[in-house]
Structure formats: C-alpha cells, structure tokens
T-cell receptor
C-alpha cells in the first residue's frame, strides 16, 4: 500500500534558524513526489515536484531533495512568513494520478 | 478562470440533509480530483475524473457520496443523508495532464450539525 509519513508533526523555529522537514514514503513505482504549502483556511499551494533520486529543487529559502525512500524540505534562515503547514505527497506510476498525502508538518517561525 | 474555484466556501447543514459542492477547474484542465481533509490531517483522495468520466472512484467512503462532471469542466460532489462524520474541508484540484502538478481550490468547509 502506498504510504507517506511526515515528521515532525510540528516544528517551532526562531527566525533565521535553519532546519529540515522529513517525508518518508513507500510507493509501488514513484511517478513523482510533490511538496505543497498550506496556509490556514486555504487550499494547498504547489511548491515542487521531484521525479528521481538525487534530484534537488530550490525556491527562495526552500530546497527539496529526494532519495529512494524519503524527501527532505530544507528551510534556510526562515522568516515568520514561512509559517504554514507543509504537505508531502506521492504519485505512483500505476495509479490514476491521484496524490497520496502525508499528514503534514506545521511550521511556526517566531520573530 | 485563473484558478480553481469552489463554491460555497462554507456550508452548514443538518444531519440527514443533502448537499452539493461545486468545483470550477482551471480552463483546459482535463483531470479533476476531489479530496477530503479533516483537521490536522493531509488531504484524502475521493474521486478522479478524466474528461467527463469518473476514472477512479475508489476513495468515495460509501454510496452516499457521488460526483459528476457532465461536460468535462465543472464538477459537483453530492452527499446524501449527511452525517456528522462528513464534516471536513472538501478540496478540488485540477491538472493539465498526468504527472503534472495539481492546482487546488480553497476548499469548501462542510459542517454537519
């Protein structure tokens, strides 16, 4: 069964304090791994797609990496506006394109 | 439209009533998905449309849930005989094609009292 587990569930950082969020997955043939950001009361907002182990993508203070079993979202020198829930999802080659999500990591960055 | 639009934003209904939730996807996107998100959890897949047909409805929890997309654009999620356990945020997403990123609407918060 395809499964995604994110850790930690919640993370509190001081502004400028870098850290990483983890996404561990099991999937029957990975088509893509997706990172989304979700603000309270809003739908998930797309951040990155990673397709193969060793791939990395960056956007401002965020960098996503992928191995065969997990993905990391590295946050460098975070700012309060980075506070949100970060969701990881996988898409298997064998299915209809549906995303299997983890439960998310809620990040709070204090000034 | 510029993004995925969902209406209403909030819906409060009494237990046992029927509700309809609407999704207007990004123009030209052939793939449309419905997800359900409970508090503190990630979105959970419900149903997938490719064009007008439901290509995968394996996530629908029971036969009280039904969805249509008659013209291949707007979709409606229908819930009969609502129960308090149906309370959640219902999210719609559309994709330009298989393997591309999904764009989500802001969701409909359904509360069954």
């Amino acid at each position: 069964e395809d499964q995604v587990t994110q850790s930690p569930e919640a993370l509190r950082l001081q502004e400028g304090e870098s850290s990483s969020l983890n996404c561990s997955y099991t999937v029957s043939g990975l088509r893509g791994l997706f990172w989304y950001r979700q603000d309270p009361g809003k739908g998930p907002e797309f951040l990155f797609t990673l397709y193969s182990a060793g791939e990395e993508k960056e956007k401002e203070r965020l960098k996503a990496t992928l191995t065969k079993k997990e993905s990391f979202l590295h946050i460098t020198a975070p700012k309060p506006e980075d506070s949100a829930t970060y969701l990881c999802a996988v898409q298997a080659r064998s299915n209809t394109g549906k995303l299997i999500f983890g439960q998310g990591t809620t990040l709070q960055v204090k000034p | 439209g510029a993004g995925v639009s969902q209406t209403p934003s909030n819906k409060v209904t009494e237990k046992g009533k029927y509700v309809e939730l609407r999704c207007d996807p990004i123009s030209g996107h052939t793939a449309l998905y419905w997800y359900r998100q409970s508090l503190g959890q990630g979105p959970e897949f419900l149903i997938y449309f490719q064009g007008t047909g439901a290509a995968d409805d394996s996530g629908l929890p029971n036969d009280r849930f039904f969805a249509v997309r008659p013209e291949g654009s707007v979709s409606t999620l229908k819930i009969q005989r609502t129960e308090r356990g149906d309370s959640a945020v219902y999210l719609c997403a559309s994709m330009a094609g298989y393997g591309t990123e999904a764009f989500f609407g802001q969701g409909t918060r359904l509360t069954v009292v």
